[in-house]
């Protein structure tokens, strides 16, 4: 089976990216991470790259005159690799309208909440203050909203009396592993 050029987009840890590139390692798993692309040097996540050989792109906003040199640069570089999807796995850098229209219906988004709910920062900590009986993810196609775009998958977990923000995030963060997969393969499939 020919495997499909995905690129992953991170800026910390990589866990997310860590879960795709072991179930990518499956023959009959539909894509392959051509390249990962980092906009923070120091970001956790490029070292998985680098012990699976799968090339690096590392542009720091910082050393660009604006941020539409900065995602000109980084379209350009990814170019080569004809990418057929992008997930953004923790990438923290808004994209623009013009970046994601080049790439329609195959920017990918996870969000560790149930959207609608909980957009962007702190979800955790949202959920459990609020007294929510149920927290999760959501990997969705990404607009030009802050998460927003139509949801692709999502699980749900519940909330106990005792969770903190980061039993809650622990919770979150397995099923984030299983779904992000789940909802790249249901992408390529489109
Ligand atoms: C995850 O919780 C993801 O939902 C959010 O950022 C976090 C990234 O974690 N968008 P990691 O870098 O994949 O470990």
Not at 100 to 118: A, E, R, T, V
Not at 137 to 145: D, I, K, L, P, S
Not at 156 to 168: Q, S
Request: charged share 30%; with cysteine; proline share 4%.
């Amino acid at each position: 089976m020919t495997k499909d050029p995905i690129g992953v987009f991170i800026s910390g840890r990589g866990s997310n990216l860590k879960s795709i590139i072991n179930i990518s390692k499956d023959l009959n798993f539909p894509g392959k991470i051509s390249v990962v692309f980092s906009d923070n040097p120091d970001a956790k996540g490029i070292e998985l790259a680098y012990e699976n050989n799968i090339d690096t792109i590392i542009l720091d906003i910082n050393n660009f005159e604006d941020k539409n040199d900065f995602e000109e640069k980084i379209l350009i570089s990814i170019k080569p690799y004809n990418l057929k999807l992008i997930c953004l796995a923790g990438y923290m850098k808004i994209l623009s309208k013009k970046f994601i229209d080049k790439f329609p219906g195959k920017i990918l988004n996870i969000h560790p909440s149930l959207l609608p709910k909980y957009k962007g920062i702190n979800t955790h900590r949202r959920a459990i203050e609020n007294k929510e009986a149920f927290s999760g993810c959501t990997v969705h196609y990404v607009n030009e909203n802050i998460d927003d775009g139509e949801i692709i998958l999502q699980k749900k977990v519940m909330i106990d009396i005792n969770d903190t923000e980061h039993t809650l995030a622990n919770k979150v963060l397995k099923e984030e592993h299983l779904i992000y997969p789940e909802a790249i393969k249901l992408a390529l499939k489109k």
